[in-house]
Structures are given as structure tokens and as C-alpha cells.
């Protein structure tokens, strides 16, 4: 069956780094995307960044955009969130998901779009 694994998570300072990995298998037709989600305590989840596996086109949100990058690796079936300058704003439980298809490009970001999950790994950003 299909699995999403996700780690990476951990303590970090504010402006520190950290990279994520989703580790994903059981996919016997491929994906068309992977995309990372986060859930901050009391807060909704939300998209933060995408990338289509037809072309590696990616998609970040404007709270990540410029300071986190996905990338994948197909060798290993694994897709990567680099963060970098991290806040304590993104602190937050982060989550990968895959998706079958997704139609219209605004939604690349939108959850409901998505069909895996991952169980997530934590971020905390703390000094």
C-alpha cells in the first residue's frame, strides 16, 4: 500500500536550518505531485510547498517562498524540504502528502486536493 514517511524534524534556533524527508513507496502508477502541509498549535493546516512530478515544477507559498526549497529525488523515492532562516512562526507539525491528479494549478497548495498523508514530523524553532 502506499506509504509517506516523513523525517527531519527537530530543535532548532531561529535562523537556523533543517531539511525534512518524505519518503514515499507503494506507488504502482506514480504520483502527480508531493506536497508539504504544517499545522501549527491552534492553528489550520496549511500548504506550504509543492512539486509536480511530470517536470518538477514547484510551488511555495508567500510565508515560505524564498526561504524553503523541494526538490526530489527519484532514485530514492524521496522528496526534501529545505528550510532555511527558519522562525519561530514555522514552528509546526509538517506533513507530506501525494496527490493522483490534481486539474487547475491554484490548487497545488490546497489540501483537500490530496489523497496520502504522511503522519508528520515536528518542527519547533526556539531559542
Known amino acids: 500500500q502506499v506509504q509517506l514517511v516523513e523525517s527531519g524534524g527537530g530543535l532548532v534556533q531561529p535562523g537556523g536550518s533543517l531539511r525534512l524527508s518524505c519518503a514515499a513507496s507503494?506507488?504502482?502508477?506514480?504520483?502527480?505531485?508531493i506536497a508539504w502541509f504544517r499545522q501549527a498549535p491552534g492553528k489550520e493546516r496549511e500548504g506550504i510547498s509543492c512539486?509536480?512530478?511530470?517536470?518538477?515544477?514547484?510551488y511555495y507559498s508567500d510565508s515560505v517562498k524564498g526561504r524553503f526549497t523541494i526538490s526530489r529525488d527519484d532514485a530514492h523515492n524521496t522528496v526534501y524540504l529545505q528550510m532555511n532562516s527558519l522562525k519561530p512562526e514555522d514552528t509546526a507539525i509538517y506533513y507530506c502528502?501525494?496527490?493522483?491528479?490534481?486539474?487547475?494549478?491554484?490548487?497545488?497548495?490546497?489540501?483537500?486536493?490530496?489523497?496520502?498523508w504522511g503522519r508528520g514530523t515536528r518542527v519547533t524553532v526556539s531559542s
Open positions: 502528502a501525494a496527490a493522483r491528479f490534481i486539474y487547475y494549478s491554484n490548487k497545488y497548495l490546497d489540501q483537500t486536493e490530496y489523497d496520502y
Open positions: 507503494g506507488f504502482t502508477s506514480g504520483y502527480y505531485a
Open positions: 512539486i509536480r512530478s511530470s517536470d518538477s515544477t514547484t
